[in-house]
């Protein structure tokens, strides 16, 4: 089985400064990896996938994530922070079939002014 | 925007009693997916239907549940002789036809509390 590991349940960053949301996954399969973000008292949107070629993906508002197959990690920045991106983040990993997806526990983005 | 729907947001109910809710996925998306998400984790799969047949059950899936998704559109789950270990939130998901399965639409999620 599959399995995302977020490290640090809570971040906080200063408006303006990077953000950097981190991930790692165990597969025994070529991974396709996704970051969701989810506001309060709403669903998981999509930020942004890796499932062939490039490498770094780009996704909304100005959010990105580099899939490093020798760290089995997908990690997702953003240059600088914005008060509106205080959410809670997830990283998911699927298997090629799309069958299943496991997320993994998230992570609260705190913007500070 | 006729995103994915859920019905109802929030439901309350005591131990021991019967719960259904209700997704309808967005028009024509024949993958939909029920996930669980408790305080402070992310969504757990549950199920999973490709039009009307369900696919894979996830062993979280216990006797107690049951997911249907008649005729292919709209899918219910029903939760029998609740719990209080049951509460949490219950999320619905669909995805486009076939060859764009990797993009996954969420609903907003219904919350069960079981007192």
């Known amino acids: 089985a599959q399995s995302v590991t977020q490290l640090g349940s809570h971040v906080s960053v200063s408006e303006g400064a990077l953000v950097l949301l981190r991930c790692n996954y165990s597969s025994s399969v070529p991974p396709y990896l996704f970051w969701y973000v989810q506001y309060p008292n709403q669903g998981l949107q999509l930020l942004l996938k890796?499932?062939?070629?490039?490498?770094l993906v780009k996704g909304i508002n100005g959010f990105e994530a580099e899939f490093k197959k020798s760290e089995t990690s997908f990690h997702l920045t953003k240059p600088s922070a914005h008060m509106s991106d205080a959410a809670e983040y997830f990283c998911?990993?699927?298997?090629?079939?799309?069958?299943?997806?496991?997320f993994g526990s998230g992570t609260k983005l705190n913007v500070k002014p | 925007d006729t995103g994915v729907s859920q019905d109802p947001r929030h439901k309350i109910t005591k131990r021991g009693q019967n719960v259904t809710f209700r997704c309808d996925p967005i028009?024509?998306?024949?993958?939909l997916y029920w996930y669980r998400q408790t305080l402070g984790q992310g969504p757990e799969f549950l199920t999973y239907?490709?039009?009307?047949?369900?696919?894979?059950k996830s062993r979280l899936l216990s006797d107690r549940f049951s997911a249907e998704r008649p005729k292919g559109s709209f899918s219910t789950l029903e939760i029998q002789r609740t719990e209080q270990g049951d509460s949490a939130m219950y999320l619905c998901?669909?995805?486009?036809?076939?060859?764009?399965?990797?993009?996954?639409?969420f609903g907003p999620g219904t919350r069960l509390t079981v007192l």
């Open positions: 239907f490709q039009n009307e047949a369900q696919l894979e």
């Open positions: 998901a669909s995805t486009p036809t076939s060859g764009t399965y990797n993009e996954q639409f």
């Open positions: 028009s024509e998306h024949n993958r």
């Open positions: 890796y499932t062939t070629g490039a490498t």
């Open positions: 998911a990993v699927s298997e090629e079939n799309f069958n299943k997806f496991y």
